[in-house]
């Protein structure tokens, strides 16, 4: 039986409906005693405790971001160079690196930065007894399937060893010439000492060695703010040009945005929200941007989810699904022409940009073909009839695209669809790591390191610390392997590219498009600029007059 068509134009007529009518009720943070003189910034709050290697979403990782510093870090371009090391060594086939330390990089309690910070702050977070959301960041070091095997009492990598306090070596399972790039990610910052005595409550009152520390026993007020001041020891070359940042936690955008308006906001983060997106330009004329960065929205449709499975019947939904979705329509009615549509599973900032890969046409809009592909699954087993929902968090923006979103889908393929809100980032988020979200779920991605392994790699691999959905495809990991196993970044493209052609026809996510920064802040700040992961510069950040 043949589905009737539902016109654009009633779609078109639904979305500017919902980009002008939807707000959210308001939750203004109640803290008065942030220094008038410290940059505050838009934020949430974390989904854990302010741990390294536990933190995988951004309410918390900005925080960590300015809380520590790694063997590398990264340009406001991206561009990774060393922070802690003095020289990553390589040998002949990048299987093993030699790093030697910096002098004088001490943690904010005394405690120097040594090789033993490092290697107990890895084999911490890779121990399956841990249970730590970013433990897959260590799997491809010599020794990481022992310690990550639920059955093994082993706590350290083999691949991990001292030599003294300011040299180790980190030997492979693989070659990857790659390797040193991601260890500017937090997941691979040092630890001190104490944080191993009670990680939890480490968690609370963190403890690093990045250009802000925290500003007092109660610099965590939960729901309400996190306050950091400048570190007046900090060894590195970004050393904060103002005293303090702070991240005030709102429940909404919209809200966020009023009190930019009033002078009681500082910066916006990355997105002033969609019901500021018409006229944030025009509110703030010296003091936006609008520039892409390295970041895509999308949703994950789980393997757990009936009828899409990674089988015949699954891809066929999954594409119908993708095919469902007018993109474009949605960007002009809903963001204003303020993203663009995806064409991969990466983004168009990172080294190579877009690429051309197989398969892409399964991410344009094309409602006869989405239905055609939706009887065909009708026929291996008719659909359940159940809606096809779309979890988000109701306090960061989402409702707009969602709803937008799920309309395409119902008019197209004339299934219930509709979104499925979850108060808080943090209740939808252990909704998802705990697998009881039971429906599609939102998962943007920014890039942790500036390559596209690490979209493919963390979302994607069997087993990946960011693969909420569970999907696993052995030809995909293969070819992530021979990508790390190629001498440079360009040998390694050919084979992400490949991978890329399997995720478009599994369809373990659904791409929709590349982020921009969309943000704005108070025309008294000075110098700010956006680096590549679309967030501030937050120690280049000074206030006019203070």
């Given at each position: 039986?043949?589905?009737?068509?539902?016109?654009r134009r009633a779609?078109?007529?639904?979305?500017?409906?919902?980009?002008?009518?939807?707000?959210?009720?308001?939750c203004?943070?109640?803290?008065?005693?942030?220094p008038s003189?410290?940059?505050?910034?838009?934020?949430?709050?974390?989904?854990?405790p302010?741990?390294?290697?536990?933190?995988?979403?951004n309410?918390?990782?900005e925080?960590?971001?300015?809380?520590?510093?790694?063997l590398?870090?990264?340009?406001?371009?991206?561009?990774?160079?060393?922070?802690?090391?003095e020289?990553?060594?390589?040998n002949?086939?990048?299987?093993?690196?030699?790093?030697?330390?910096?002098?004088?990089?001490?943690?904010?309690?005394g405690?120097?930065?040594?090789s033993?910070?490092?290697?107990?702050?890895?084999?911490y977070?890779?121990?399956?007894a841990?249970?730590?959301?970013?433990?897959?960041?260590?799997?491809?070091?010599?020794?990481?399937?022992?310690v990550?095997d639920?059955?093994?009492?082993e706590?350290?990598m083999?691949?991990?060893?001292?030599?003294?306090d300011?040299?180790?070596?980190?030997?492979?399972?693989?070659?990857?010439?790659?390797f040193?790039?991601?260890?500017g990610?937090y997941?691979f910052?040092?630890?001190?000492?104490?944080?191993?005595?009670?990680?939890?409550?480490?968690?609370?009152?963190?403890?690093?060695?990045?250009p802000?520390?925290?500003?007092?026993d109660?610099?965590w007020q939960?729901?309400?703010?996190?306050?950091m001041?400048?570190?007046?020891?900090?060894?590195?070359?970004?050393?904060?040009?103002?005293p303090?940042?702070?991240?005030?936690?709102?429940?909404?955008?919209?809200?966020?945005?009023?009190?930019?308006?009033?002078?009681?906001?500082?910066?916006?983060?990355?997105?002033?929200?969609?019901?500021?997106?018409?006229?944030?330009?025009?509110d703030?004329?010296?003091?936006?941007d609008?520039?892409?960065?390295?970041?895509?929205?999308?949703?994950?449709?789980?393997?757990?989810l009936?009828g899409?499975?990674?089988?015949?019947?699954?891809?066929?939904?999954?594409?119908?699904?993708?095919?469902?979705?007018?993109?474009?329509?949605?960007?002009?009615?809903?963001?204003?022409?303020?993203?663009?549509?995806?064409?991969?599973?990466?983004?168009?900032?990172?080294?190579?940009?877009?690429?051309?890969?197989?398969g892409?046409?399964?991410?344009?809009?094309?409602?006869?073909?989405?239905?055609?592909?939706?009887?065909?699954?009708?026929?291996?087993?008719?659909?359940?009839?159940?809606?096809?929902?779309i979890?988000?968090?109701?306090?960061?923006?989402?409702?707009?695209w969602v709803?937008?979103?799920?309309?395409?889908?119902r008019q197209?393929?004339?299934?219930?669809a509709?979104?499925?809100?979850?108060?808080?980032?943090?209740?939808?988020r252990?909704?998802?790591?705990n697998?009881?979200?039971?429906?599609?779920?939102?998962?943007?991605?920014?890039?942790?390191y500036?390559?596209i392994?690490?979209?493919?790699?963390?979302?994607?691999?069997?087993?990946?610390?960011s693969?909420?959905?569970?999907?696993?495809?052995?030809?995909?990991?293969?070819?992530?392997?021979?990508a790390?196993?190629?001498?440079?970044?360009?040998?390694?493209?050919?084979?992400?590219d490949?991978?890329?052609?399997?995720?478009?026809?599994?369809?373990?996510?659904?791409?929709?498009?590349?982020?921009?920064?969309?943000?704005?802040?108070?025309?008294?700040?000075?110098?700010?600029?956006?680096?590549?992961?679309?967030?501030?510069?937050?120690?280049?950040?000074?206030?006019?007059?203070?």
């Open positions: 039986m043949r589905i009737r068509p539902r016109p779609l078109a007529a639904t979305l500017t409906v919902l980009a002008l009518g939807l707000t959210a009720t308001a203004v943070p109640e803290r008065d005693d942030i003189e410290y940059i505050t910034f838009f934020g949430g709050e974390p989904q854990n302010l741990n390294t290697t536990n933190t995988n979403e309410n918390g990782g925080v960590l971001r300015n809380l520590y510093r790694g590398v870090y990264y340009t406001e371009e991206g561009e990774p160079y060393n922070a802690v090391a020289e990553i060594e390589p002949d086939d990048s299987s093993s690196f030699h790093v030697t330390l910096k002098d004088g990089w001490d943690f904010t309690n405690e120097p930065v040594t033993s910070s490092f290697i107990d702050a890895w084999n977070g890779a121990t399956a841990n249970a730590q959301l970013g433990a897959d960041f260590f799997a491809g070091i010599e020794g990481y399937d022992d990550s639920e059955d093994s009492a706590t350290e083999s691949g991990l060893t001292e030599i003294n300011r040299e180790f070596t980190i030997d492979l399972s693989a070659p990857d010439a790659t040193p790039t991601q260890l990610y997941a910052s040092p630890l001190p000492e104490v944080a191993f005595e009670d990680m939890d409550a480490f968690g609370e009152h963190p403890i690093g060695n990045g802000y520390m925290m500003d007092g109660n610099a939960h729901n309400v703010s996190i306050q001041k400048a570190n007046p020891d900090y060894a590195g070359e970004d050393k904060p040009q103002n303090g940042i702070a991240f005030k936690h709102y429940s909404d955008l919209s809200t966020a945005y009023a009190d930019l308006q009033s002078g009681d906001l500082d910066h916006m983060l990355n997105d002033v929200g969609p019901n500021a997106y018409p006229a944030f330009r025009e703030f004329p010296d003091s936006y609008d520039s892409p960065y390295a970041a895509i929205q999308n949703f994950t449709i789980p393997e757990s009936p899409f499975q990674t089988d015949e019947e699954g891809r066929l939904r999954r594409a119908a699904i993708s095919m469902a979705i007018d993109r474009d329509l949605i960007i002009e009615k809903v963001y204003f022409d303020g993203r663009q549509t995806a064409e991969d599973f990466g983004a168009p900032t990172l080294e190579g940009g877009i690429r051309d890969i197989p892409k046409e399964v991410l344009t809009y094309q409602p006869e073909k989405a239905r055609e592909l939706w009887e065909q699954a009708n026929e291996i087993r008719p659909y359940s009839g159940d809606t096809f929902q979890a988000y968090n109701a306090d960061g923006g989402h409702e707009q709803e937008a979103v799920t309309n395409s889908i197209t393929l004339d299934i219930p509709s979104g499925k809100a979850y108060a808080t980032f943090q209740a939808q252990d909704a998802v790591v697998r009881t979200v039971d429906a599609a779920f939102r998962s943007g991605w920014i890039a942790d500036p390559s392994s690490s979209f493919l790699v963390s979302n994607y691999r069997t087993g990946g610390g693969n909420d959905g569970d999907y696993s495809n052995p030809e995909f990991d293969d070819l992530l392997a021979q790390s196993s190629a001498p440079d970044s360009e040998a390694a493209q050919p084979y992400f490949e991978a890329q052609a399997v995720l478009m026809q599994d369809l373990p996510q659904i791409p929709l498009w590349y982020y921009s920064a969309t943000t704005a802040w108070n025309p008294d700040l000075e110098d700010v600029r956006t680096n590549w992961q679309g967030m501030p510069a937050y120690t280049e950040i000074t206030k006019d007059g203070e």
